[in-house]
């Protein structure tokens, strides 16, 4: 019972520890995510959920950037916007709205995204947003730092149409929505007054005549023009009549679990039925049997685990049997049991009716002897092997994350070996010693207690010493389950022939005999069971730590992680007077997209991202954000990065493109589903002046603020697909460097610089002149671009003898 109940709160004890280590990664998803997609996200789940009606609202705080040029301050900046973003998350949570994300002066919710609205009129979702939306334009002023108040105005978009919601991100995952719905809401913030609410007419059939705007006392009707979509007729809502009293009371606040965790300190107890409901079904999963890798993982640890301990217990084992063994022959020959033996009437009606008993009583002596230190040895040399540190018996412990599957495989056969030496000498040493104790004494059954001789009783007293003695031997160390049914095989045997044997054991006694095995291989199992579930534990609080610091220091950069641990309560800004930034933009993959299912558009996006990351570790770079399919990354001065390269910014453009290139390429492999698949990436890179802070106090982030992000959004937008776009400052700075290797060339880019929606940009906005970077064109591209062009012309005459053929018909 002991043993049993030791293995209980052990079980518990790990589940315990796995619930601790699970509950501030779920508090800090949740902070990140909606709840309802953090248990798929801890299981590593493809999140692509498709959304029939979703409204997104955009929110711009107008007066940031004339804010910024007043006050000349990064810091006053940065509290400005966190106390915009603050008052901005209170009215959100008030009215229960999804915070989607911040990119820097926007803010973005939604209603219609989560499980429970799913079920809900859209209307009345719609109708908290617009409150919210009303809330926000009535804010007039927020409370910065001392108590000053600085006057803030928006203004904002919103659509309603489908998307997808997904996650995107495995260190830093981030909860994304897909569709024309957001890139429409957009331009409706952007085509809006400071002050409004705009929105068009998906949204406007879901909102009361009265609580708009008269289209006709709005200029031009309220018809607005953009780029894509034409003339829109848009509306305006009336916040007098929106802006009542509603929503629900927002919940005491309380300090934020992300920014616990950033703070290096505990996170605060939390019930939350969500995450218990998550963790009962996780935890009642987790008996399914391990990999192949995992087992090796596990066998390793367990046989690691159990020789910490081992030396000991066979030290013990070894002593204790030698003392047995000197007692019992030292009272034996004091008795003179060997002697009245060997004058025994009846010696020779045993010795007939005994297996054993053929062996001459003056022999047993030295039987007995024998089969003893032959017991004895076996215990010696697993002793000595234990104490001398042997390699076979504890190899080193191998880095499994290191390893192939071959090689853990190997590696837990290794340990395999051991177990099966150990089960099959404690076997030997059963026998050994159930064979020292039939020779001990001779057996006589078939008599009365009146007439039987005293060594009869000793003949029973024997018999349980050797199940005390069986038992500890079978468990005096520890062996996996299936093998502790050798022993029950063992006691099996031992009591099938035990009418054969000069050792007496009852009925009775037989039955206790091979209960006793049992009982062991059960505590075997148990232990088993136990170290296996402790081993789980152990690996998944191992992994939950290990991503819970990845996605802390992807957060923020490292030292600006440290300075803020190391200053409490402070909000670190950084100038970076030298700092290079890349953003690139994925073209086609709207086109890729359309008709695809939500998961292999999010799977999409996920496996590109996903190579994004592989390089920029790569190339040591620090991935700043991502905004729809637009990846933003780079390097500048420490706080940022260790070290500032523009050389290697671009490098890893270039990188972005190929990478881009080889997985369109294998995706058009895939099958004829895939064959038009034509992805490309185009990017922009710019060098100069940036400031860098932290935005948030729940969901906080460390974001790159100033005229230069917006350089770098004009520099890739006008980029050519499969192309790197720089400015002139960035030229300069890798002339600086010492310029490019021989792979590497610009030009200077002669036409205008055009967006792919036709939008034409100047190059002052820019800093100048632009240059496009390719790779210089080896003979290998050579005869893959002739490869190509030769494809190219055999497609074109195709398509011509068809039109030809067409023509004919008609």
């Known amino acids: 019972k002991f043993s049993l109940e030791k293995s209980m709160r052990k079980h518990f004890v790990c589940q315990l520890k796995q619930r601790q280590a699970m509950a501030p990664l779920y508090l800090m998803f949740k902070e990140m995510v909606p709840e309802y997609v953090i248990p798929r996200m801890l299981n590593k789940e493809v999140i692509a959920d498709p959304r029939s009606t979703v409204t997104v609202l955009f929110v711009l705080i107008d007066n940031f950037g004339d804010y910024t040029r007043e006050k000349q301050n990064p810091q006053s900046s940065l509290k400005f916007l966190n106390a915009c973003f603050d008052k901005m998350d209170t009215i959100c949570a008030k009215y229960k709205v999804t915070k989607i994300e911040t990119v820097q002066e926007e803010y973005v919710a939604c209603v219609g995204v989560t499980m429970e609205e799913q079920n809900i009129d859209h209307k009345v979702l719609l109708s908290k947003l617009l409150k919210a939306a ?101 509306w305006v809502l009336n916040t007098k009549v929106a802006a009542e009293e509603g929503g629900v009371k927002p919940d005491e606040k309380r300090k934020s679990a992300l920014s616990q965790m950033v703070m290096g300190q505990s996170v605060e107890e939390t019930h939350d039925d969500e995450f218990d409901q998550m963790m009962d079904k996780q935890l009642a999963e987790d008996e399914s049997a391990f990999s192949a890798k995992e087992e090796a993982a596990w066998l390793c640890w367990f046989h690691e685990n159990n020789m910490g301990a081992f030396a000991l217990r066979m030290n013990f084992l070894t002593f204790v049997f030698s003392c047995v063994t000197l007692v019992e022959v030292f009272h034996m020959e004091h008795i003179r049991a060997f002697s009245e033996l060997s004058n025994s009437s009846l010696e020779k009606a045993a010795m007939k009716h005994d297996v054993l008993g053929k062996v ?105 010493v050797f199940m005390m003695a069986f038992f500890v031997i079978i468990n005096g160390q520890v062996v996996l389950g ?94 970076y007077k030298h700092a290079t930034v890349t953003q690139s933009d994925l073209c086609g993959f709207t086109q890729l997209s359309s008709g695809r299912s939500p998961f292999e558009v999010v799977s999409f996006m996920g496996e590109l991202f996903g190579r994004f990351d592989v390089l920029a570790q790569e190339f040591n770079i620090y991935k700043v954000e991502t905004v729809g399919d637009a990846y933003i990354a780079g390097m500048a001065e420490p706080y940022l990065t260790d070290q500032h390269s523009a050389v290697r910014v671009v490098e890893f453009g270039l990188a972005m493109i190929k990478a881009t290139a080889k997985w369109s390429e294998r995706l058009r492999q895939r ?140």
């Not at 609580?211 to 006709?216: G, M």
């Not at 404690?426 to 008599?447: G, P, T």
């Open 134 to 234: 009303a809330e926000i334009l009535a804010v007039k002023e927020v409370e910065v730092e001392g108590g000053q108040k600085v006057a803030v105005s928006f203004k904002m978009g919103m659509h309603t149409g489908s998307i997808v919601a997904g996650v995107i991100g495995s260190k830093l995952p981030r909860f994304r929505l897909f569709g024309d719905t957001i890139n429409t809401s957009a331009r409706m913030m952007q085509k809006g007054q400071p002050g409004t609410v705009q929105f068009g007419e998906a949204t406007m059939n879901y909102v009361d005549a009265d609580k708009v705007v008269d289209n006709s006392t709005r200029p031009n009707n309220g018809i607005v023009t953009m780029k894509g979509k034409g003339d829109v007729q848009t």
């Open 360 to 464: 001459p009583p003056k022999w047993r002596l030295f039987s007995f002897l024998f089969f003893r230190l032959a017991a004895f040895l076996i215990c010696l040399v697993w002793s000595i092997l234990a104490n001398s540190g042997s390699l076979w018996l504890r190899p080193p412990v191998p880095d499994f994350g290191k390893l192939n599957r071959r090689q853990c495989v190997e590696a837990g056969r290794q340990r395999r070996q051991v177990q099966v030496a150990l089960v099959v000498s404690k076997a030997v040493i059963c026998i050994l010693v159930w064979l020292s104790y039939n020779v001990l004494i001779l057996e006589r059954r078939h008599q009365s207690y009146s007439t039987m001789h005293r060594l009869d009783y000793y003949n029973q007293q024997f018999s349980l």
């Open 482 to 575: 299936f093998s502790s049914l050798t022993f029950v095989v063992l006691a099996i045997a031992f009591m099938a022939i035990e009418d054969r044997t000069p050792l007496y054991v009852s009925m009775t006694g037989r039955v206790v005999f091979v209960g006793v095995a049992i009982l062991g291989s059960i505590l075997a199992y148990e232990g088993e069971r136990t170290s296996r579930a402790s081993f789980r534990s152990k690996v998944k609080v191992e992994k939950t730590e290990s991503r819970i610091e990845d996605v802390l220091t992807t957060l923020m950069p490292k030292e600006v992680l440290k300075e803020w641990r190391a200053n409490p309560g402070t909000h670190p800004v950084h100038v």
């Open 671 to 810: 099958g004829e589903a895939y064959k038009d698949a034509n992805v490309r990436c185009r990017v922009g890179v710019h060098h100069g002046e940036c400031v860098g802070g932290i935005v948030g106090t729940g969901m906080m982030r460390y974001h790159l603020f100033g005229e230069f992000m917006s350089i770098v959004d004009i520099l890739e937008a006008t980029s050519k697909e499969g192309v790197c776009q720089i400015s002139d400052a960035c030229r300069k700075q890798i002339e600086s460097e010492g310029g490019f290797s021989n792979s590497i060339q610009f030009e200077e880019r002669k036409d205008e610089l055009k967006t792919s929606k036709g939008e034409v940009h100047g190059t002052d906005e820019v800093g100048g002149t632009t240059f496009l970077v390719y790779p210089v064109i080896t003979e290998d591209r050579v005869r893959n671009l002739e490869e190509g062009l030769s494809e190219l012309q055999k497609k074109v005459k195709d398509l011509e003898l068809r039109t030809s053929g067409e023509q004919d018909d008609e």
